[in-house]
DNA sequence: GTTGCAGTTGCAATGAGTTGCACAATAACA
DNA sequence: TGTTATTGTGCAACTCATTGCAACTGCAAC
């Protein structure tokens, strides 16, 4: 895998603990939590500590290798960021996400870029919003009396 | 205050708690952490509990009357969103903020709504990355073992 | 007035994630 | 090979934020 090698060339160690967490990863499709990484983690070595799965993620999240994103969910999610770079657009009411091309973001990086002198990291955004079958039903149900306020 | 106005007109109680949590947001400069809207509503009124706090900000949030920031401080801020909206570029090396205009995000609004009916909430926006000074400074420092591996 | 009910609060428990510290594993080097 | 320095791990304690639940509040209907 190309991580391990990247890894091992910006001189950290390979350890079994954060190979296990790597291949993972590496096997899940699409976004993993950490817990879910913790617990396959334990079925191969029981002894891993959950804090070394946060410590290895955060170290690969530094080194660009994966993305964390928070869904919205009450947790955060986590990729490889080798695959097709992406993100993602959560509706806000039915909760669903859409993917949608990194080449939309480039403007933006190109702009803050440009203007502030600022590299922004867009590895992974995910922005909530209104989906195109929610935007109709949220703009009617703006009071709160009828039916049920516009609750999320 | 308008907020006080927009929460009961869609038929929220306008209850004392919620009251001194409005108070302290509008009075407090810029961005406020929780902890400290919860300490400054307890030296009027100490049995308020941090729960009713968070309950509080969270209906802001959903009015869209303040917003929430994580600026990668290990909590998160909220403001009013009546001021002049901005974003936030926060550089990971010197830890440094930066404000930038709402206008920067409009074309990305526009293109997710054109392209995927999707629309977006972008009432505040952190974004990492690094700053026009520290970025000559990250470019040198790519191999680990020169100094100290680029740590953050 | 009192009953019913939705909305709200306080409290305690819980969940996700982080941190400090002692110890283990590895690298560096004589 | 043995010694020392550095890096990584496990554990426990901690922080920030959320949730379940019982009790309280305001208001409308009777």
Redo the contacts with the bound molecule.
Sequence with gaps: MSCTITLQQK???L????MMVLDIIHDSKGHI???EIHQRVRQR?P??????V??????LKKLHLISET?MGE???RYELLERGRHHHLVCRRCGQSFAFEHESLKPLQARLLKEYGFAADLDHFAIFGLCQRCRPAEGKAGA?EESQ?GDD
């Design positions: 001189g950290y160690r350890t079994p603990q954060r939590s950490a817990e070595y002894f891993v500590n959950i804090s070394t946060y410590r290895t993620l955060n170290l928070d009450g947790y955060v709160r306020r």
